[in-house]
Structures are given as C-alpha cells and as structure tokens.
C-alpha cells in the first residue's frame, strides 16, 4: 500500500491561510491496476468517449505551456517549459518553433512540427523530446488547435513523467484541493499515459478551467474566454494512472492560492509549516548568495565515518575522498553528467544530502541583455542533487532543473563566499530560509549542520554546491569545511569544461543549423524529407547539404552536395556554395548551366572550393525529372513496383576543377516514383568500395504506403554508424504530380484588351473549381499583373492558374526586369498593381526565368 501525507495548510482551507505546526498525518489506500502504456509517440486524438469523473480528486501536476502563432512563432512560453525544456523565455520568444525541439521517439522529427500535424484538432499522449541540452525527456502532452483572428494557433500543455512513473505525484481532493503525496518510497514502472475527457456540464467546466487558467497565457480576460471556450469541447487534459484511474490535471500553481505557495513537505512521517506567503519556488540548493539549505531529510541512521573518530582517521577519509573526486568526477563532458558525479561523490560518505546550483545565464544558449544596467534577480537552475531517503518524496521535493529567482541584491556580494554553518539554530532557521528565498526549508534546517561553497573556476564563479547533515551526525568543522571547498573546486573545474564544451558544441551546431534548411518544404506534387548526420562528433559540422526550392510553374529544384574536406572550413565553403545555389536556382536555369556558373564561382572564391554536386528539376506538371551531376555519387530512382536503380547519367567532374562539361539529361517519373539523393557518406562502408554501398542502397525495398520520413529513417537505421567517418546528407522525394484537370493555361496577344479575357478567363475556371468566394480578389489581382505584363513584355504573356492546395496565379512574360514595390501617393494614378498583391494576397514574390520572369502570388483555399 502507498501511504499518503496531507499538507497541513490545506487540511485548514485556502481561506485560513498558512498552517503553523506540524498535524497528525492522514492515510489513505489507493489501489490501481497495471495497465500498459501508450508508448514513446502514441495518443489520443479527441476526447475520450467516458466523460470526466466529478469525484473531486485531481492531479496537481507542474505543467509547461507553450503556444505557437499562426506565423509559426513560439508566442508564449511559461516557466514551467523553461524547466522542462531548458529554454529561456527570451530567447525562445517571437523565434520560429521549427528546430526548437525534437521527437526523440519519431527520428527525423521537429516536436512542434509533429504535434501540429498530430492535433486534429486536439491531441493528448506521450512523445519522448529531446531538450535544449540534448537530454531525452519523457513528456506527456495535451495539444489543442486554437483559432483566432489570424490564423490557426497551438496551445500545447506538457508534463515531465519521469517523477510521475516513480511515485512522486501529488493529488489534491475536494472543492478546497487538500493535498496529498506519497510519504513512503513507492514502486517505480507506475503506467501514466495523457487522455482528453469530455467535461461533463457547464459549472464542473467552469471550475476546472478556471484553475488551468493559471498556467495559460497571460492575456487579455476576451481571449482566455475564448481560448477556453475552444479547449473545453475538445476535451479537458486526464492523467491516465495505470491504465484505470483518470484524474483531471491542475497545474501546480493552484497551490499557490492568495499569495501563499502550499506545498507537501514529509519529515519523519510529519508535517510541516507551510511557507510564507508572497514567495518564490520551494526547493533545496546552493543559492547563488552566501547561505542554503535542505528540506525535507528523512530520518535514517548516521553514517559513522565521521562520527567522532581520531584525526588521523579523518584526514585519511579525506584524501581518499578526494582521490575519489579526482577518478570519478569529469568522466564525461556532460554537465548534468558530471554534475551528478560530483553530487554522488559526496552521499552519503561527506554530508546527507548534496545540491548543486548554477547560475543560469552561464550555461544557456541565449546572449546576455545589451542593456549595461544590472539585473533585479538571479535566475538560479538545480542541475543535481544527491540525498539519502526516500526516492519519491525526493524527486517531488526537490526536483532537478527547477528554476529559483533570487534577489541580486542579496546574492551577487556574497556569491563567491563560502559559508560554514555548524549547527543552524532555531531562532536563525526561518530568517536563514527567508534569506535563501525558499522559507520552507525554515522548518526542516533547526539542529543540521551546512557548509555552502562557491563553484568557482577560471574566475567564474558559476553557482554554488551546499552540503547538508543530520543533527544525529558530527557536525561540519573548519576541516570538513576546506574538504568541501577542495571537492567543490576540483568539481567546478570539471563543470566549466562541461560548460566551454557547451558553448563549442552549441556554436558549431548553430553555425550548422543556419546553413541547412530546418524542415522540408510543402511544395505540391512532391512529399521531401531529408536529414543530416556530421561526421566530426566534435564539431558537429561538415560539409554536405541539402535543398528543395521551389520554382514557378509549380516545379522543384532538388539539391544534394559534398564539399571536400571535413569540420569547420568545410562548412564555410558549403554555406558559400548554399547560398549560391539558391541565389542562382532563383534564376530558373537549367541544371547543367547552373552546374557551369557554380563551377566559375569556385574558381573564383579560391582553390579550396572543390565538391560535387547533383541538380535535379521535378516538374509535377509534366512528370519529368531533369538533372546534371558535378562529380556526385548518382541517385537512386525507386519506380512506384518498388524496384530501384542507379540513374545513369553523365558523371561530370566535381565543382571547381573546370574544363569538364556539364550535361542535363531529362528523365520521364510516373507518380509513385522516389527519388534518393545521398552523399557518399551514407554508402562508403571501411574494408568495402564505394560500389557495395550504393548496391546495398538500391537493394533497399521501399513500400508505396511509405512516408518520405520513414524511408529516411529506414535507410539510415542500416548505416555503419561506428565506423563512419564522413558527413551523411540524405534527401527522400516522392513524385505525387498535380492532376491535370487542377492546372490550367493561356497564352495571351499582345494587346491590353486581353486584360479583360484573362479576367473572364479567371472567374470561369475558379467556378468551375468552386471557388466563386475568390472570385473578385482573384480577378483583381490577375488584372493588374496583366496589364503589367502585357506593357512590359515585347512577344507573349501567360496566365495560368493552379489549385495545390492553395490557389496559385503565375503571370509570366518574356522582360527580364523585375517589378519592385513601391509607395504610391493618394493622387497617384499608376503604381498601385503590387501594393494591391503585397495587401490582399497570402503570398507573392517575383522570380526569373531562363527567358522572361514570372509574378505570381497565392490565395488560401475557402474552409
């Protein structure tokens, strides 16, 4: 049986406030039967069919809430995901969502790309995420698609079920939420899965929302009406317990009611004060100031090594804890690794229970305010802590990677200072809790004894570890006091390398990430997925890439390349070489002409520019592929029976070399078809040539009912990852095409009359399309890139119109000058054409062709 504790302060109701002593604590029994779980990426989609339970019990969870606008921008960002997924708000805020996070459980995958296409239009289960240091998170989520005058939002709610599995969930019973949580160690593999259940009338829907509310975006009362308004039909978040019970979640903020933060501390089966009010998150650490604390210690027997033995004794005790430092601390460049291996150096043979503390700005991605002007607070984040007692309790108690705000003034003039507290006396223990900015350590510090040292290395100071034991143990004494700070500084040493690594780590991955596209385009007719593996683990760079372009008359260009060499230098050149393959397939040349003006680039640039290069054009229209290779490994085309062959086309020479022609052959693609573009990383295979690779590449079977994400994931899962030395670019391609009878053209004569029949034109085909609602914007815009193309154009105009999804308008002629927007004057009679397309559009943009340009822009489809 699990044996419950419940809060002393709640047992008295949120309007009594503040209980002041320890109550006798109330059991209960709960029973539940193991179920199995949904696994790393499953879920439910609506709302369960059994409707919310009224039973007045809920999960009081610590919840992370994150939106994304319509643009694809994270708009709110609480900080519980600040906890849960290492992010700062700053620097997470008005940023693309896309990179942000990935699914560990669907390789390949952005986790807020994923969710978006998982809420139809709500979403509840489990997907493992990958957080800002690269950590696998077990997370359940609950997603809703919001709608809202711009657009289409995501309102996603989430939730660390690491502690959930172990036994550290807290429960609250009643109207008055009287909270309880395990008071005994219980057994870990708890089954914990995320549901949506229908809220059963009105006035219980009032209720709950009203406390999730709490955690939602602070905006105005309208649009957090609204938003609820579109949660609640979709299903209200259920924590699933062991596939029987279904509690309904609430944040754990409601604790905080009136000011005053409630939470369970257990202590020899008893219970404590609560906190003051007006206080920030409870939780035992080194404060980034001069003082810290514990809470929450169970009750368990002194360890005798240091329990009054001889000095000899104890300085021996203290070399080889020292010598043990030095083996076991730093066997990784990990900084929770290492950081855990500094705490568990030290429980239970130095102190009781051990907590490391940093200053969060040192170890986050985002750059410090420009602002001179010091800050208000410290943001301080517990990444370690070690204790001897039960694990559950623990976990609740004191999690890892929780986040303290701390007064700057109170900590930033002591923070290198170490502090010996021989036994902390009661009068001083609460002032000491208040001071740390967690009071409800007041309780537990009477009688223990506490050394804080500064975590201090290469003149930066970067937290603080804090030391706690028992008051049936020795006391700290000046000699423990200098072990500790010997630990410590070897330990710090050990975190800073942790932390340059980092920073290194973090750079060459940016520097990455801003040269390689993020997430596949949606271009119509072809489904692309690809994916990138750096063959210097260090460095994380290389340099191969990728690309997908779109070009006008619905066609794509598919781009993979090599450039010689490896690490840094190597990805300069290849963001060199992006960029102008982007700029030039803006151009609309064909493959083998881009191949030769990139090759004079190169020489250009330098004699270290070399790499190989594969072009190709899909033109879903026509079904044809058309492609040039600089030098490159050739692609697999796989037919729509599955069959795979090695296209045979000229080999060329690689870029930079010169004097070596570059030919484009055309090739025809029935809808079905694939196409693989690879770089010899991903086929060299050590003690085997090229030729095996690339056999084994098209030996590989792909299914028709494939994504293009699960044939990357499929033809990676055989690569040699061990013995791999080279960067691996890979892009998939599924040939769709667009159906005839979705596509249609017209070529106009050269005079300005035919404005008016491509108007005609346009109103006829959009009702035979159904689409009488874009009718008028349609025809106006048409209208106007006519009547420009027509005065600019010397031979022919063409109009033609596509519907992918979207409505797409292309307006093309034979001028190589590209209209440019300009202001208009009230009394202006011309000039108005593209600020009328630039307003009234969802997009538009001009390109050039190998003859001519093209204008076109694109409408949302109605519904």
């Not at 993020?518 to 063959?535: L, S």
């Not at 914007?777 to 154009?793: H, I, P």
Request: hydrophobic fraction near 40%; charged fraction near 20%; aromatic fraction near 4%.
């Amino acid at each position: 049986m699990t044996r419950l504790s419940q809060s002393a302060d709640t047992a008295k109701g949120p309007a009594q406030g503040p209980a002041v002593g320890a109550e006798a604590t109330k059991a209960k029994d709960m029973s539940a039967d193991p179920a199995a779980e949904n696994g790393n990426a499953a879920g439910s989609g609506v709302a369960a069919a059994a409707p919310l339970a009224t039973t007045g019990v809920a999960a009081l969870l610590r919840l992370a809430v994150l939106c994304v606008d319509p643009d694809g921008r994270v708009s709110y960002w609480n900080r519980g995901a600040e906890e849960l997924f290492g992010h700062r708000w700053e620097g997470v805020f008005g940023h693309r969502a896309s990179g942000l996070l990935t699914a560990s459980g669907a390789p390949h995958q952005d986790t807020l790309d994923l969710l978006d296409d998982l809420t139809h239009p709500a979403w509840a289960g489990s997907l493992d995420t990958t957080d800002r240091d690269g950590t696998v998170r077990d997370v359940l989520w609950w997603t809703y698609r919001i709608m809202e005058p711009a657009g289409r939002s995501l309102l996603a709610i989430a939730a660390n079920a690491k502690p959930l599995r172990t036994g550290s969930l807290r429960i609250a019973l009643g109207d008055r939420l009287l909270t309880y949580a395990a008071e005994e160690p219980v057994r870990e593999g708890i089954s914990v899965s995320a549901q949506l259940a229908p809220v059963p009338d009105l006035a219980h829907a009032r209720h709950l929302t009203a406390r999730l509310g709490i955690v939602l975006p602070r905006v105005s009362p309208g649009r957090l009406d609204r938003i609820m308004r579109q949660v609640v039909p979709l299903g209200y978040p259920v924590l699933r317990v062991d596939g029987s019970t279904e509690l309904p979640v609430l944040p754990r903020e409601y604790e905080a009611d009136g000011g005053t933060l409630r939470q369970i501390r257990t202590n020899r089966r008893e219970l404590l004060p609560a906190p003051r009010s007006g206080t920030g998150p409870a939780g035992v650490a080194c404060t980034g100031g001069a003082r810290t604390g514990a809470e929450g210690l169970s009750a368990v027997p002194a360890v005798p090594i240091f329990a009054t033995p001889a000095p000899g004794h104890i300085l021996d005790e203290q070399l080889a804890l020292l010598r043990e430092t030095g083996t076991k601390v730093g066997s990784t460049l990990d900084l929770d690794t290492t950081a855990r291996e500094l705490c568990a150096v030290t429980v239970p043979r130095f102190a009781d229970f051990a907590a490391i503390l940093i200053v969060d700005q040192l170890f986050s991605d985002t750059e410090p305010p420009k602002d001179d002007r010091p800050s208000d607070t410290v943001l301080l984040r517990r990444v370690a802590v070690a204790h001897r007692g039960p694990p559950g309790s623990w976990d609740s108690a004191v999690p890892e990677g929780e986040l303290i705000t701390l007064s700057a003034d109170d900590i930033t003039p002591r923070l290198g200072e170490p502090l010996l507290v021989p036994v902390i006396e009661p009068a001083l223990a609460q002032d000491l809790a208040l001071d740390l900015g967690i009071p409800a350590l007041g309780p537990m510090l009477p009688g223990r004894s506490m050394v804080v040292v500064p975590l201090t290395a290469r003149g930066t100071v970067l937290g603080r570890m804090c030391f706690l034991r028992q008051p049936n143990r020795r006391p700290f004494d000046a000699k423990d006091a200098a072990t500790a700070v010997e630990i410590v500084t070897r330990g710090a040493v050990h975190l800073d390398n942790a932390r340059l690594h980092r920073f290194e780590s973090r750079a060459a991955a940016t520097l990455q990430r801003s040269m390689m596209p993020t997430r596949p385009p949606k271009i119509p007719g072809v489904r692309i997925a690809h994916h990138y593996m750096p063959g210097d683990r260090q460095a994380q760079v290389g340099g191969d890439w990728f690309d997908a372009i779109q070009l006008p008359g619905g066609r794509v260009a598919l781009i993979v390349g090599d450039v010689m060499g490896h690490g840094l230098l190597s990805a300069a050149v290849m963001g060199q070489f992006r960029t102008s393959v982007i700029t030039m397939a803006a151009l609309d040349l064909p493959p083998a002409q881009l191949l030769r003006h990139l090759d004079n680039l190169a020489h250009r640039l330098g004699p270290e520019h070399l790499a190989t290069c594969v072009y190709a054009v899909y033109d879903p229209i026509h079904r044809n592929l058309t492609l040039a290779n600089a030098g490159h490994i050739p692609p697999v085309l796989a037919r729509h029976d599955g069959r795979s062959e090695l296209l045979q086309i000229p080999q060329g020479a690689p870029i930079g070399v010169g004097g070596v022609p570059f030919e484009t052959v055309e090739i025809p693609v029935p809808d079905g078809s694939w196409l693989v573009l690879c770089t010899d990383g991903l086929v060299e295979v050590r003690g085997q040539g090229i030729d095996a690779g690339l056999a084994a590449l098209c030996a590989n079977v792909i299914e028709p009912q494939q994504t293009p994400e699960d044939v990357c994931a499929q033809i990676l899962s055989r690569l040699h990852s061990d013995d791999r030395r080279d960067d691996v670019a890979l892009l998939v391609a599924r040939f769709e095409g667009i159906a005839s009878e979705d596509v249609v053209q017209w070529t106009l004569r050269m005079d300005l009359s035919e404005v008016r029949t491509a108007r005609e034109l346009t109103r006829h085909q959009l009702g035979v399309w159904g689409l009488e609602r874009l009718m008028d914007v349609t025809e106006l815009l048409v209208s106007e890139l006519v009547t420009n193309a027509l005065r600019a154009a010397s031979h022919e105009v063409q109009l033609r119109l596509m519907r992918v999804g979207k409505l797409l308008v292309e307006v093309s002629d034979d001028d190589h000058n590209l209209p440019h927007l300009r202001r208009a004057d009230a009394d202006d009679e011309e000039g108005r054409g593209l600020a009328l397309v630039s307003h009234l559009s969802r997009h538009w943009g001009t390109s050039r062709k190998a003859v001519g340009k093209v204008v076109w822009f694109e409408l949302p489809l109605p519904g």
